[in-house]
């Protein structure tokens, strides 16, 4: 088979060998509460560019310390943390995969000691606390934190930023009309509740020229949610703005069920790729080569992004080549047992 999945693509000036991304996802292991790199991470994120991957974003990265998930997530909030995430960045390299970070700001979904923010005063659930409506001098301290989020990002060799616009965190708690109910210019309207995010992605242009994508939550599945009319408006405010490409996941704004089965939000990804022709990224559920290669060969997607089934096998791509039957370079001192 001529696979599209292991055809390389470039965007600006960086060529990802393949169309295989690992997912970003938290494993809450940093060294200690001050977000700093742990040896996991090193043999974690490694091991997966061992395995093929053409790009490994790492987990929700917090820009500021009170918009952690958890007291163990990576921070980026300081230059401390500039190292750690360079020696992550060696490992992944050593293998030909381009690397990414997720910057993030978990909002009125932070478990953190003090105070926590939001758009409004509205919490999550009764098991979270209750956040404080963000003033506008924390909303530009906040929008500052994700510039400098990014500068530390290209100093520590990162080749890919990825803007956490999803899951409900603080970003999608402006976006979304179920949690954003302030009557400033940053909500109301969708043009005003896009504006934080608008501010964000300016701020983050002035440290970084470099591939970016935004993550999203393509459905909140609420009728009173954003409908993808919404999410095709911000899809192309995000163009206009030169972002690369958009990784359409769903959910998690509110506590509402989300119905799941294989490849379950990749008709989001498709559907803004016709609309906006932008780039998009295909999540969810995505376990098997055939699926992947069947969503980039028909341009239902660009990148194909892996989660759990990565957790599951580091060499997912080397399983997935064979499932294709093509063969496919593996690490270099694996050689003489890859193929
Ligand atoms: C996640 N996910 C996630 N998403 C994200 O945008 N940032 C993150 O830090 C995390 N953290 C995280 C941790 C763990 C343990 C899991 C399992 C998931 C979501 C993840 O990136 C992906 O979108 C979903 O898991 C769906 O894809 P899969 O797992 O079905 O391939």
């Given at each position: 088979?001529?696979?599209?999945l292991?055809?390389?693509?470039t965007?600006?000036d ?7 991304v690992?997912?970003?996802m938290?494993?809450?292991s940093a060294e200690s ?24 974003i ?9 918009g ?8 980026i909030w300081s230059d ?5 995430l ?9 293998h030909?995969a381009?690397?990414?970070?997720q910057l993030a ?13 939001a758009?409004s005063?509205i919490?999550?659930?009764e098991k979270y606390?209750?956040p404080?409506?963000?003033t506008?001098e924390?909303?530009n ?5 994700f ?5 530390r ?6 080749d890919v ?16 009309p ?7 210019e ?6 005003n509740r896009?504006q ?8 983050v242009?002035q440290?970084?020229?470099g ?20 999410f095709?408006?911000?899809?192309l405010?995000?163009?206009?703005q ?7 996941s769903?959910?998690a704004v509110?506590?509402a ?8 939000q990749i008709?989001?990804?498709?559907e ?17 080569g ?6 980039i060969q028909n341009?239902r997607a660009?990148?194909v992004?892996?989660?759990r089934?990565?957790?599951r ?6 399983q997935a080549?064979?499932e294709?039957e ?6 270099e001192?694996y ?5």
């Amino acid at each position: 088979m001529d696979s599209q999945l292991f055809s390389s693509l470039t965007i600006k000036d960086t060529t990802f060998k393949n169309r295989i991304v690992m997912s970003p996802m938290c494993m809450y292991s940093a060294e200690s509460e001050d977000g700093h790199v742990h040896p996991f991470h090193l043999a974690h994120y490694e091991s997966r560019a061992a395995g093929q991957a053409g790009l490994i974003i790492i987990e929700a990265t917090a820009v500021l310390p009170e918009g952690r998930i958890s007291s163990r997530d990576l921070g980026i909030w300081s230059d401390d943390h500039i190292d750690g995430l360079k020696k992550v960045n060696e490992g992944i390299h050593r293998h030909g995969a381009k690397s990414g970070i997720q910057l993030a700001h978990a909002g009125r979904k932070a478990d953190v000691e003090g105070a926590i923010f939001a758009p409004s005063p509205i919490a999550f659930s009764e098991k979270y606390q209750t956040p404080q409506e963000m003033t506008r001098e924390e909303l530009n301290r906040t929008i500052r934190a994700f510039q400098e989020g990014a500068r530390r990002a290209r100093e520590a060799n990162f080749d890919v930023i990825e803007i956490h616009g999803a899951h409900g965190y603080l970003i999608n708690q402006f976006l979304s009309p179920l949690t954003n109910k302030r009557t400033d210019e940053y909500g109301g309207s969708r043009e005003n509740r896009y504006q934080f995010l608008r501010e964000i992605i300016e701020a983050v242009k002035q440290e970084w020229s470099g591939p970016l994508f935004v993550r999203i939550s393509a459905n909140e599945y609420d009728e009173n949610g954003n409908t993808m009319e919404d999410f095709v408006y911000f899809a192309l405010e995000m163009k206009k703005q030169g972002v690369d490409l958009i990784d359409c996941s769903s959910g998690a704004v509110i506590p509402a069920r989300i119905p799941v089965y294989p490849g379950y939000q990749i008709r989001y990804a498709e559907e803004i790729k016709q609309k906006a022709g932008i780039r998009t990224g295909a999540v969810g559920l995505i376990t098997s080569g055939l699926q992947a290669e069947e969503i980039i060969q028909n341009r239902r997607a660009d990148l194909v992004f892996i989660g759990r089934a990565f957790l599951r096998n580091p060499y997912w791509p080397k399983q997935a080549a064979d499932e294709l039957e093509i063969s496919i370079d593996g690490p270099e001192p694996y050689r003489r047992g890859w193929n």
